[in-house]
């Protein structure tokens, strides 16, 4: 409770001061100092005394944002330059100090929500590998009694076909020359139907990567057939080889995937992601450049501004990358620092008081 009141306090003295600290302050004023933060929590218990006596009624003790509304007025500009503060500069430091408090805040429950997602995150995945063992436990169990009903099969079938064997073996009427034909077409029909030499895959893994080994010969199969079809358009056979280019690339991160799960890596981190995520727009654009470059259909002033609209967008994708990895600061960095520092004594100093 106390926590909401402060981050709800703070928010009314930023939002009831903002508007009059632009209009006020002088044009690029110059961070505040540690010799100036220091004077100001010296003075702000006796100022804010001071709007008490001034009206007993209102209980300034329990609404320090009520010091945002006195801007402009003349009495307690004077009481601030008698304790030697230019009223400007005062009411600079108490703004970016309830704009950097705020911001504290702000990032405290931030980092609190990104430790419970990672918590989260780490419990997920235990969840989920636990899972996955259990599923290929009873897996493994499965396939092990397939087998053994399978060689059951077999040595049935074996037994059948030496029964057989030794029937045409035994047949006086039979031609020594066509027993052997008979023996070997027997050996070999059970050979193709024997039911062990089916190669299964053992497990979930093994599936998985059978299933992407077929996908990937599929994929080089339709690359193959692309190339030598001379009947296609050039640029028909350039958009669909870039769709293959980009299933390809999908399968071998899914097989990335897998080789990380099954290895216990962790979660990808949100930089690399970020690179990854720069990377594959890159890519993007350099393969619309190639594919309106490589348009025998486009007349050539269509070509250029095509080129230009997609020279304009990627700039503005680059710009938009750079300030998500740089954003502006709200505070000067040295006044970030100092109130940071000094957090708990300026909480303390601007906290709503409790009747």
Known sequence: MKKQLLAATLGVALL????????????????????????FIADYPGLVQWL??????????????????????RDFNA?????????????????????????????????EL??????EQKENEARLAKEQKENEARLA????????????????????????????????????YEKQRILTQMESGYKNNNPVAAAVPTDANSAAEASR?????????????????????????????????????????SAASAANRAKGAASPDPANQQADLEKMHAQWFTNQKQVINNNPA???????????????????????????????????????????ANQQKLAELLTVKKP
Not at 17 to 38: R, W, Y
Not at 85 to 96: A, C, E, M, S, V
Not at 114 to 119: L, N, S, W
């Open 114 to 119: 990104r430790a419970r997602m990672a918590k």
């Open 298 to 340: 486009m007349p050539p002033e269509q070509k250029r501004i095509a080129l230009e609209q997609l020279k304009r967008s990627e700039k503005q994708f680059q710009e938009s990358m750079t300030q998500q990895a740089n954003p502006p600061s709200i505070l000067p960095k040295e006044e970030k620092a100092l109130i940071d």
């Open 141 to 176: 169990e499965g396939r092990q009694q397939l087998d053994k009903e399978m060689q059951a099969a077999n040595a049935r079938m074996r037994a059948q076909l030496k029964a057989q064997q030794e029937q045409i073996r035994n047949n006086p009427y039979i031609p020594p």
């Open 52 to 73: 008490g006596t001034r009206n007993p009624q209102a209980d300034v003790t329990r609404n320090p944002w009520i010091v945002s509304s006195m801007r402009a007025d």
């Open 16 to 39: 009831c001061g903002t508007s009059l600290l632009h209009a006020a302050e002088p044009q690029d004023p110059k961070p505040f100092t540690k010799a100036e933060l220091d004077q």
């Open 79 to 111: 009481r601030l330059k008698e304790k030697n503060w230019n009223p400007d500069r005062f009411f600079y430091l108490f703004h970016h100090i309830n704009t950097g408090l705020v911001m504290a805040e702000s990032e405290k429950s931030q980092a």
């Open 213 to 253: 080994k077929q996908q990937a010969n599929w994929i080089a199969a339709q690359e193959q057939q692309i190339k030598n079809n001379p009947y296609m358009h050039p640029m028909q056979r350039q958009q669909a080889l870039e769709q293959l280019k980009q299933a390809k690339k999908n399968l071998e991160q």
